[in-house]
Nanobody, 118 residues
Framework: QVQPVESGGGSVQTGGSLRLSCAASESMFSMPAMGWYRQPPGKQRELVARITRGGRTNYADSVQGRFTISRDNAKNTVYLQMNSLKPEDTAVYYC????????????WGQGTQVTVSS
């Protein structure tokens, strides 16, 4: 499968903002849902936010109210707007798609690093 292209990561101070982008293939974008995941240093990967083909969204409790996931169906791109960033948001961020029947569309790639300093 063609890997998505994740971008937009960087280093910011507490309270700052970043917008991540994930450009996916058309077939990947047609999956039931797209999601952003993150893996903090020394911890397991976790779901941050997901958005279905119909636009329904879900968020981890830790980012609710600060992060917004959206999708541009014309560009096969999903975004994650991250505001009021905290040091605990520091992680490698990945995007992936949920496939029918469970599982993920692609193997986890390199992701994009987000570092929030206090």
């Amino acid at each position: 499968q063609v890997q998505p292209v994740e971008s937009g990561g960087g280093s910011v101070q507490t309270g700052g903002s970043l917008r991540l982008s994930c450009a996916a293939s058309e077939s990947m974008f047609s999956m039931p849902a797209m999601g952003w995941y993150r893996q903090p240093p020394g911890k397991q990967r976790e779901l941050v936010a997901r958005i279905t083909r119909g636009g329904r969204t879900n968020y981890a409790d830790s980012v609710q109210g600060r992060f917004t996931i959206s999708r541009d169906n014309a560009k096969n791109t999903v975004y994650l707007q991250m505001n009021s960033l905290k040091p605990e948001d520091t992680a490698v961020y990945y995007c992936n798609a949920e496939v029918y029947g469970g599982g993920f569309y692609v193997r986890w790639g390199q992701g994009t690093q987000v570092t929030v300093s206090s």
